[in-house]
């Protein structure tokens, strides 16, 4: 199983970006994904997360709601974060996490699964 992340960059104070990640390999199917952060000396946070289950629910950290907006397309086992309204404080490495339920042999296990970081700055 890999997650692949794409998106990221550098943006002016204000402006808006659109992170992207896709789960795939041997997924039966999805529990839950979400972006974390992380600057340097601090640890890694959640930024938002989305369950799966009937009617689904997002959740998001305090400094980020209104601002971002986390989707997740359970049968394509995509994530995607669009973030609005930047701050300087956003700026940070994002990761891409899955909460994945995957087949080995007969058996169906569930498994935390982390994307390689994405780097956001936010710098005018």
């Known amino acids: 199983v890999q997650l692949q992340a794409s998106g990221g960059g550098l943006v002016q104070p204000g402006g808006s970006l659109r992170l992207s990640c896709a789960a795939s390999?041997?997924?039966?199917?999805?529990?839950?994904m979400a972006w974390y952060r992380q600057t340097p000396g601090k640890q890694r946070e959640l930024v938002a997360n989305?369950?799966?289950?009937?009617?689904?629910?997002?959740n998001y950290a305090d400094s980020v709601k209104g601002r971002f907006t986390i989707s997740v397309d359970f049968h394509k086992r995509t994530v995607v974060l669009q973030m609005n309204s930047l701050r300087p404080e956003d700026t940070a490495v994002y990761y891409c996490?899955?909460?994945?339920?995957?087949?080995?042999?007969?058996?169906?296990?569930?498994?935390?699964?982390w994307g390689q970081g994405t780097l956001v700055t936010v710098s005018s």
């Open positions: 989305f369950v799966s289950g009937i009617g689904g629910s997002a």
């Open positions: 390999g041997n997924i039966f199917s999805v529990n839950a």
């Open positions: 996490n899955a909460d994945l339920k995957v087949a080995t042999g007969d058996l169906l296990n569930d498994y935390i699964y």
